[in-house]
Nanobody
Framework: QVQLVESGGGLVQAGGSLRLSCAAS????????MGWFRQAPGKQRELVAS???????NYADSVKGRFTISRDNAKNTVYLQMNSLKAEDTAVYYC?????????????WGQGTQVTVSS
């Protein structure tokens, strides 16, 4: 079992920055991918960024050049540095991990943290 706890959300002005953190605990072994998703009111949940334990990253086009995902494998923690925030970034951000070394794969979600960007 894996537990994910997000932190770092809040209210910021457009153009500002926030750093989200997600600490994972439990059985995390082998190949895995951690990521951040977000869901705004009336919209589908979408992938923001992801990173494997090997360091391979993926970003949504809307955040490329502004957001940076990173992780500390020793701490099982993933971070999302968000710069040049826009009002469109307002959403609940969810941490996610997919354990790919098992079949079927196992997926876990955090409780979410609110990010609000004022225009």
């Amino acid at each position: 079992q894996v537990q994910l706890v997000e932190s770092g959300g809040g209210l910021v002005q457009a153009g500002g920055s926030l750093r989200l953190s997600c600490a994972a605990s439990g059985s995390i072994f082998g190949f895995n991918r951690m990521g951040w998703f977000r869901q705004a009111p009336g919209k589908q949940r979408e992938l923001v960024a992801s990173i494997t334990n090997g360091g391979s990253t993926n970003y949504a086009d809307s955040v490329k050049g502004r957001f940076t995902i990173s992780r500390d494998n020793a701490k099982n923690t993933v971070y999302l540095q968000m710069n040049s925030l826009k009002a469109e970034d307002t959403a609940v951000y969810y941490c996610n991990i997919v354990l790919l070394g098992t079949f079927p794969s196992r997926e876990y979600w955090g409780q979410g943290t609110q990010v609000t960007v004022s225009s």
